[in-house]
Structure formats: structure tokens, C-alpha cells
């Protein structure tokens, strides 16, 4: 069977993605998440309770703002099936689920975007030119960063591919390791850009989930392999 590394640090919720389809994941994170202060938290909070419209681009962000559940009733708009999985998971609402990533969620949702005050906590390093594109849809929008994400190496494992969700987990990655005999899957055009400077990646996830990705890549070895 084939062992896959699992470069985030959500191995317990991203694991039983690839164990579904048969594949052996191994945890070697290579980003560490570093949250916010406490007051910007409270700030991303109280705006989104205030909002018409919440922008949820990352389930850990719903995992750091109401780790207990809480959320308020404002309708969120998730960037894909995960991030809609968690805003349900913490009592919120959904009313949009994207399925190709921000650039097509704001494609796809402009109309709701131009008329709402949206709320949007995200990540440091959000992409500048989206952040712009959302910024002139949403001329209301606050925004609150409330986490980013530092690359580190991964410990020593054996294995057969490696999958990326974030250019810092290709940046940590490649401070120990390259990609010469292995596999490599990714989900979302920055991280494929991030290895691509590197190595071409062998499976691109059709939707920007480790659902899909895991079933790209079984795909992929069943010809390949």
C-alpha cells in the first residue's frame, strides 16, 4: 500500500480521507500554526456577528473564532465542502459552497458580495490580487487576519508521495527534503505554482479538497504504478 505524507497539521481530520480509498497516510507536518492575539479574535468575532454575509476560506479559521461551536446566524459563504463542513459543525449557516477555490467563489458569488457587509477573517498571506478583487466587490468588507502559518521541516518518513494544501508546507517540506522518487499531489493553484517551481506535480485535486485530492491521486497510482 502506498504511504502518503500528509504535510498539514490537521492529519486526524485530513487522515481518513486517503484511508477511505485505500492509501496509508503518515503524518509529517510541516507548517505550524500561529493564531492571532486574543483581542483580534474579538474583533473578527463581533464583526462577523454584525455582518450579512461571513467569507469562510479555511476551516481552521472556523476552528480558532468558536472552537466550542457558537457561531452567530450570518449566512457564510465557504470557499469549498470542508470549510461548509466546518461553519456546520460550530452551529453556523451556510448559504454559498464554492467548489474551485476563491477566484471562482468570488466569480460565483459577486452578486451576493456587491450588496452585503461581508466579514472575512483569513489568513496571513492571503492572495494580494483576490484580496483587491474582493475589496472592489465588497467595498464594506472587514477584514481581520487571525492566524498565519510558518513553514518547518518535516521529521524523517518513508514514503512513497507527499500532498500540499499550502505553499508554507512546500516551503517546510523543501527545508528537508525534495520531491526525487515521490509522488506529489496538490490542492489549489498557489500550491501547484509553490512546487512547480520545483517539480512539475503529478496530481492536481479537481476540487480544492483532500477528499478530492486523495481520490486524484488513487487514481493516478492505479495507472501510473
Known amino acids: 500500500m502506498t504511504r502518503v505524507a500528509i504535510t498539514t497539521d490537521r492529519f486526524d481530520v485530513v487522515a481518513p480521507q486517503y484511508l477511505a480509498v485505500g492509501l496509508v497516510p503518515v503524518p509529517t507536518p510541516c507548517v505550524e500554526v500561529v493564531a492571532a492575539g486574543e483581542e ?64 471562482a467563489l468570488l466569480d460565483g458569488a459577486a452578486e451576493q458580495l456587491r450588496v452585503a457587509t461581508v466579514a472575512f477573517p483569513h489568513a ?62 496538490v490542492i489549489g493553484s498557489t500550491t501547484k505554482a509553490a512546487v512547480a517551481r520545483h517539480h512539475l506535480p503529478e496530481v492536481v485535486a479537481p476540487e480544492p479538497n483532500h477528499h478530492s485530492l486523495a481520490q486524484a491521486l488513487t487514481s493516478y497510482l492505479e495507472v501510473s504504478v
Open 124 to 185: 496571513a498571506g492571503t492572495d494580494p490580487d483576490l484580496l483587491n478583487k474582493l475589496r472592489s466587490l465588497a467595498p464594506g468588507i472587514e477584514e481581520h487576519e487571525v492566524y498565519r502559518t510558518d513553514a518547518m521541516a518535516p521529521e524523517p518518513a518513508l514514503v512513497q508521495a507527499v500532498v500540499f494544501s499550502s505553499p508554507s508546507a512546500v516551503t517546510g517540506w523543501l527545508r528537508a527534503r525534495n520531491f526525487e522518487g515521490l509522488v506529489v499531489g
Open 40 to 103: 483580534i479574535l474579538t474583533r473578527a468575532r463581533e464583526a462577523a456577528s454584525r455582518a450579512d454575509l461571513l467569507l469562510i476560506t479555511s476551516a481552521r479559521t472556523v476552528d480558532l473564532l468558536w472552537p466550542e461551536g457558537g457561531m452567530p446566524p450570518t449566512g457564510a459563504v465557504t470557499v469549498g465542502a470542508a470549510s461548509a463542513a466546518a461553519v456546520e459543525a460550530a452551529g453556523g449557516r451556510v448559504v454559498v459552497t464554492g467548489r474551485s477555490g476563491l477566484a
